[in-house]
């Protein structure tokens, strides 16, 4: 017989790990599997960008004032699609939508999770095929089941999460999870039109040497910030510097990079926006979430991303996560300075 490689889908993959948890009924595997067929569709539209009347600007602004661009509103309308489909999710929040979507068929409202996405991240790389992703992440509600869900069941620290992922269309598509077990990493092959287990069991090294921040903001940093940015410059044979800077403006594309390789992102907050600019809800709790199942990090700078309770929607927070090692060194710069101010 001839020698074959496994193939294993992500269907598979959840439907195996459902198996393993006794008493499972397969809610948030039918969940996971219309996000993936939802990534699918948007992963088609992706690809096919140049071609169909898709990008550009939508013409409309979010809540948060940024322009829509037509590949956003596309995304969240076939993630909603696919959730609301599944008869597993009772609510929706999302960047693109100032408020949560709730649905009202009798299955959704009895449904036992909710979900919060930014549909389509790293906007501003859409028009010039550079990686751009979706983020997820996944609440078991508190608000009775059989009755519409609140934005209470929205509101719950990132340590409550039930599952957490990003889809990357990037040089191939992507898509990484986390249900709390560590974390897995699955490539779509076209071929097929599966994502495929291609990255099982994912590790953050200890330490790394790629540092990300968008250093166009300089001037707008902490002391603290700025000054490790000097670090990571300096040369010092013991700890590998200078390290290397790595910036694409998607925070998915950074992330996952550094998630791979070892690194440090950062999007702290500046003299402009005091409370940085990455959005709690769905996208650093996701990140962070996945990041610690990696064995990496994520704070604001002081505090565990996963254990500030929101108290809105579309809250900001500023951003460190990476390695674990280069997280701690880039706190105490934070930390001796701002004892100095
Ligand atoms: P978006 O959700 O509107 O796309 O914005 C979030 C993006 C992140 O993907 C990325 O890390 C960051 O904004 C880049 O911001 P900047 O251009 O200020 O560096
Ligand atoms: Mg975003």
Same mark, same amino acid.
């Given at each position: 017989m001839t020698e074959h490689q496994t193939v294993q889908t992500l269907n598979q993959f959840i439907i195996h790990r459902q198996t393993q948890h006794e008493g499972a009924r397969?809610?948030?595997?039918?969940?996971?599997?219309?996000?993936?067929?939802? =990534? @699918?569709? %948007?992963?088609?539209a992706v690809n096919?960008? +140049?071609?169909?009347? !898709?990008?550009? /600007?939508?013409?409309?602004?979010n809540v948060q004032g940024e322009d829509q661009q037509k590949l956003d509103v596309f995304a969240d309308i076939h993630f909603i699609d696919?959730?609301?489909a599944s008869g597993e999710c009772a609510a929706i929040a999302s960047e693109e939508n100032e408020n949560?979507?709730?649905?009202?068929?009798?299955?959704?409202?009895? =449904? @036992?999770? %909710?979900?919060?996405?930014?549909?389509?991240? +790293?906007?501003?790389? !859409?028009?010039? /095929?550079?990686?751009?992703?979706?983020?997820?992440s996944i609440y078991k509600r508190i608000s009775p089941r059989?009755?519409?869900?609140?934005?209470?069941?929205?509101?719950?620290e990132g340590t409550k999460?039930?599952?957490a992922g990003y889809i990357i269309y990037g040089s191939s598509t992507m898509l990484v999870y986390t249900t709390g077990n560590g974390v897995n990493g699955f490539t779509l092959d076209p071929s097929i039109g599966e994502f495929c287990l291609s990255h099982p069991n994912i590790k953050t090294p200890e330490k790394g040497k790629i540092y990300s921040i968008n250093e166009g903001n300089y001037i707008n940093f902490p002391t603290g910030v700025k000054k490790y940015i000097k670090y990571c410059q300096e040369k010092d044979v013991d700890t590998g510097r200078p390290y290397t800077s790595r910036y694409i403006g998607s925070l998915v594309a950074d992330f996952h990079r550094n998630l791979l390789k070892g690194g440090i992102f950062i999007y702290p907050e500046t003299n402009k926006n005091p409370t940085g600019k990455l959005r709690l809800l769905y996208e650093c709790n996701p990140i962070a979430f996945i990041a610690e199942q990696a064995g990496a990090q994520a704070t604001d700078g002081h505090n565990r991303i996963l254990e500030i309770k929101p108290t809105e929607l579309h809250q900001r927070v500023p951003f460190y996560?990476?390695?674990n090692k280069m997280i701690k060194r880039a706190e105490e710069f934070l930390d001796f300075f701002e004892s100095e101010e």
């Open positions: 397969g809610e948030l595997s039918r969940l996971l599997h219309h996000v993936g067929i939802a =990534a @699918k569709i %948007v992963n088609r096919k960008a +140049g071609l169909m009347d !898709i990008l550009g /600007n939508y013409g409309d602004k696919a959730l609301k949560i979507i709730t649905f009202d068929d009798e299955m959704s409202k009895n =449904a @036992k999770y %909710v979900f919060c996405m930014d549909p389509l991240d +790293g906007s501003s790389n !859409i028009d010039v /095929n550079v990686s751009i992703g979706t983020i997820f059989g009755e519409e869900a609140t934005i209470e069941d929205f509101l719950q999460q039930v599952a996560t990476g390695s």
